[in-house]
């Protein structure tokens, strides 16, 4: 079997091994490397190594994992020596590229050449759910491997200090450096959201916060009817978006009110507004919540809010197993 695949190979990162090590996947008889020349990189980034050097660091990044049966050959489009070769077998691409390697087909067929079998490779994301990628790299936001090393701007879809607190201790918890602020913003759901409109104003608040941020993130409560036990329970959902459009959600536990707040509630008024009436305690909602009240202190506001905002991270915590192409176990 013969491999073809091609790139810049700039600044070499975890995304790149993971390409080369699926071209190499099989030991096939050969693997036919393109690498963009200094005209062709700079077509589509202001920066980047000379050809020579990339050449070099790419021979000793091969060398290194003992990779052999390897030939480099200078590309100047996009397609570089897969469009008319016949001896090529399979072409090793990225899953942005996916578009690329089917036009890439069209062109062989074209001219009489069977088509290549496609081998698409998920994208390696950083720690802050971005493709690793080399200009990323030289700015001085990840390292090769996609650590984040300036801290995220986290902008929340809301000024409530309880969710402000809840988010930065979350991303604290996991590691995620990270400025956490809220903004104020419009939800388009109900002041009192009832079932799917909690998680649509979870959502609508993650989009509209995060501007030129890294992560918005959304947090709403809503009455969640269930009709196995004919009853309405409060849920807080959470959503997160990053600046690719992904937007991960989850929700926090959920728990019942006492009927006397559920009628106020069905009458017009909000939790928040029914709960201060019952309490006495303004402001519930920004200090330790109805659930503070009701567990008698067991559980706050805060910690339920944690409970949402860390399940709207779990496919991000464990990104090998949610990404698009992950291979199975």
Known sequence: MRVVLGG??????????????????????????????????????????PYAVRERNLKRFLAAKKWRHARIEPIDDPYGPADDLPDLDVLVVSVERQPVAVALNEARAATGLRPLGIRTVPMVLAQDGLPIASRRIREGLIDRHGKRLKPLQVFIGSNNPVKIRAVKDVFQALSLPARVRGVRVKTDVSDQPFDE?????????????IGGGDFGVGIEAGLVWSSVLSDHFDVQYCAVVDRSGRITVGHGPGFAYPPRILEKVKAGATVGDAMTRLTGIRGIGSRQGAIGYLTEG????????????????????????????????
């Open 8 to 49: 810049t190979f700039d600044l070499l990162h975890a995304g790149h091994e993971a390409l080369l090590r699926a071209a190499f996947d099989g030991r096939p008889e050969a693997v036919v490397i393109g690498l963009t020349t200094d005209r062709f990189a700079k077509e589509s980034r202001p920066r980047v190594n």
């Open 197 to 209: 409109e909690a998680v649509h104003g979870a959502m609508n608040r993650a989009k509209s916060a």
């Open 298 to 329: 067991r559980l706050d506001r805060k910690g339920l809010t944690e409970c949402a905002v860390l399940m709207a991270m779990v496919p991000r915590i464990r990104r090998d197993l949610y990404a698009r192409g992950a291979p199975p176990r």
